[in-house]
């Protein structure tokens, strides 16, 4: 086991454990933010046929003169015009056989013939292509993508369960009554939240009393990919996770060199990963963006790290990175940073009321107008 760890050697730790995935098949209307198992290939050329970009007249780019024979909308099947003919046709529809170019509607029949208003059939993308690769996030393009190549369904990786377990004597779920010393319950719905943002299925546990048979009997009794616990990881009588982990569990590290954050542990509970996150919803957030995320999806990051000019001063911290919440904005092409509220790790409001962190070297402060490394959330 390892103790005070470096985040890149937390990562480092975390990553020689490993998910089993497999694939499924889900249908398009499922597949937002999933990421792609298998390369994917298109069904069809697109353009399927050649086709007009424009309002107007399909006609034959060599003739001086035309008279209108007819008309063609997206949907129908091909016309045909012959010498001194065009045809009035909508934007999508087939290009009629013989015709070379298209009249605007708003220049007149005999107007401007332009043969770059015609789609060409596969010029976008030819039968059998491949634009989608394994791996790939389906973004919101991704997913058109796949129907415009004819798969209504795509092979998808299986989503990693994973259990979030909030530790607590003290925590209430938001909507009952609170009682003299008690709080509610806040870390393990933004967890939930962050987990569905990059792709995983949380499940979320109710709160875990403060005692070692609570605590285990709640760990044997679940089955998943990953566990997520927050709280009880401190040096405190009552900080159950890490004995437990201590005493029945594998601990691969416990406590990391960051601020907020800073006694994180990872390790297997009966061949399980298992993160023991901090009970402050400061440092439960951060530390599941800086190790949890990085690990169970690199391919939906969280953040991403900009350099930015501070405007207010910010402390750093003895022998640890230093995450303060601050607020990011561009003026004038510049990244500027503010502070705007009290920064304790106990403050939620502190992560909403900013859109990313410092990230201070140990030992290092920053004043204003010093130009120091950030993170900026991703929407
Ligand atoms: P702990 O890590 O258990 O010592 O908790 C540190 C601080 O975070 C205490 O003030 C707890 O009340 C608070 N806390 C712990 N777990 C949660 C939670 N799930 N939601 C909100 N606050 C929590
Ligand atoms: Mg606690």
Redesign the pocket.
Known sequence: METFVTIERALEIVCQSSIQYTTESVSLGQGYNRILSKDLQSKVDDPAFDNSAMDGWAVRSEDATRVEIGMTTAGEAPSEIGEGEAIRIMTGAPIPKGANAIVMVEDGINGKAHTNFIRKRGENLRQGETTLTSGQVMTPAAISLAATMGHNTIPVRSRPKVVVI???D??ISPGSELKEGQ??????YGLCALLEKIGCKPIHHE?VE?TMDGLRNALNSIDCDVIIT?????M?D??YVRKLMEEEGTLHFWKVAMRPGG?PLFGTWNGTPLFGL????V??HIVFQMIVAPWLSPETPLMKTVQVEMLDPVKGAPKKACFRRIKITDENGKLVARTLTHQGS?N?HSMVAHNGLTHLPPDTDAKIGDRIEALWFND
């Open positions: 909030s530790t607590g003290e925590l709080i509610y319950e806040s870390n393990s709160v403060d927050s709280g009880g990881v401190s405190g009552h900080d006694p901090p009970g402050n919803p440092s439960s106990g939620i």
